[in-house]
């Protein structure tokens, strides 16, 4: 099994910044590829952003373009997502998930395509 662990998450006013990390850990693959989803109270489990296993291909929900930031670092099995300009709307529990895939470039960007997943943290913006 693999276990994923989210951190960083908290209490933050409008326009401030949050940086969260997931640590992947137990069973691992050669590759895979990592998202972080969100779910606000009462809406479903969206997408925020998605990372190839390359670290060479990014996506994000155009909710958060040029305000949040994916990342990886493959030798410490950590994905990250740097969250800056934030807005009571990013108010939400925020998920990260992992797909092991064949392809370095391939980033999933639907929840149904993602094989584990973490516990959530709880990120709020207040105004």
């Known amino acids: 099994q693999v276990q994923l662990v989210e951190s960083g998450g908290g209490l933050v006013q409008v326009g401030g910044s949050l940086r969260l990390s997931c640590a992947a850990s137990?069973?691992?693959?050669?590759?895979?590829?990592m998202g972080w989803f969100r779910q606000a109270p009462g809406k479903e489990r969206e997408v925020v952003a998605a990372i190839s296993w390359s670290g060479g291909v990014t996506y994000y929900a155009d909710s958060v373009k040029g305000r949040f930031t994916i990342s990886r670092d493959n030798a410490k099995n950590t994905v990250y997502l740097q969250m800056n300009s934030l807005k009571p709307e990013d108010t939400a529990v925020y998920y990260c998930?992992?797909?092991?895939?064949?392809?370095?470039?391939?980033?999933?960007?639907?929840?149904?395509?993602?094989?584990?997943w973490g516990q959530g943290t709880q990120v709020t913006v207040s105004s």
């Open positions: 137990g069973r691992t693959f050669s590759r895979y590829a």
């Open positions: 998930a992992l797909k092991q895939v064949y392809s370095g470039s391939y980033h999933p960007t639907t929840q149904y395509e993602y094989d584990f």
